[in-house]
């Protein structure tokens, strides 16, 4: 599946690498479907000085021609985009409609930040000395790593490559070594685009030789990851000899509050199916349900009927609803999940284990758990996984403490048909994004992005650019 693809340095791909080969799982079957190379630290060390030698060539090309660029990308995803969606499927385990879902939003990327490169504006402000003038400007940060996690192959890499692209640096991308081929479909667009060699490299391998000799090259001017809070902790401190710029999407454990007067048959409407969307390994998938007290019984039991009816099974059956975890490791944390809660005195209404169908594959049955306590780990922790963790709240001041604690500040929704609780909710809640009865908070033209534990930065939207350029200011006198 892999044959055409490998490391990606200085405009060309490489079938070998330094560190031997990387086995590639379909976890939908528990099977290899593929190895790419493995970059040793020469590769690393090569890759980023093609990076350095082709940052000199983008960041003096036009913005316009820059943007012309992008747009040449998206034209070859879409020409691609079968392709691509097979290999998400087939690498996350996801379904298949998801998959497209996603292929869209990463094109999306490259289509909005193609506008965006014409629009990297300066300013002029007035000096005080005497015919002087005080000028702001932007300029590329200078080489990118990006790392990315697998849950989002694709769309994470194009949230980064794309505003880095469009800001003039050159990038090199780290993926997940469990999902490296949907990254290497994108980087292959741009190598279809004419995109000059060097600008973009792509290096998947273990953490000692990718992540380390990317760290800690003073040529690396900026730090780009999707991946948990302690990665990022850790990154914070290995970045800290150099003083790279550094910007983190980290874990998540989105609260969703539904008030008394909530759409009850819209809330669940859209609850169900994107608590379940990739198996619920997602940053922003609501994992901590706090209804109404009015409300608890009726949405406990609907909701648990719902989930218990949907078709679990490999990503690339179109019937498909929900898909597998990414690994047994998961899965067995998964399980640990559940068992705390009921131990802590939650019930379980449907779930609750493995699904045991022959595949081979990592499946776990969608899980919905009523009355769960505050402390168990279902609602303590993200649970990155296909658990619905349910308790009721009487209070809106109750229910925003305990949608504030702990230490994640990613995203959060709420329901409820009053635009004065929309907005009291939207201010009391500490997180990066609110969604108010929605759950659409990925989008290119959206500043996507966390607070606290939960990261710095944002990607997305005309904010998403600025943190791949640094503001240089001249002060003129003549």
Known sequence: MYENFGLFIDGGWRSVGGEGVIEVQDPGKGTVIGSVPAAGVADVQEAIAAAGAGLQVWRSTPAWARADALHAVADRMIARAEEAERIITLETGKP?????????????????YAEEARRIYGRIVESRAPGGRIEVHHEPVGIVAAFTAWNFPAVLVARK????LAAGCSVIVRPSSETPGSAMVIIDCIREAGIPAGVVGLVAGPTSTTYQTLVESPDVR????????AVGQQMIRDSAETVKRLSMELGGNAPLVAFDDADFDRLLDLAVPTKYA????VCVSPDRFYIHESLYERFTDEFARRAAALKVGHGLDETSEMGPII???RLEAIEAVVADAQKRG????TGGKRLQDGSGGYFFEPTVLKDVPDDAKALAEENFGPIAAITPFGSADEVYARANAGGFGLAAYVFTQSAARAREAVAGIEAGMVGVNSFALAAAEAP??????????????????????????????F
């Open 278 to 281: 990739n198996a619920g390994q």
């Open 327 to 329: 690994n047994l490791r």
């Open 161 to 164: 490559v794309a505003p880095a």
């Open 448 to 477: 996507f992005g966390g607070i606290k534990l939960s990261g710095m930065g944002r990607e997305g939207g005309s904010e998403g650019i600025h943190d791949f350029l640094n503001i240089k200011l001249s002060q003129v006198a």
């Open 96 to 112: 298949l409609a998801q998959s497209r879902r996603e292929w869209g939003l990463s094109t999306d990327q490259f289509r909005w």
């Open 346 to 349: 939650a019930k379980l209404l």
């Open 222 to 229: 900026k730090i780009t990851l999707t991946g948990s809070t």
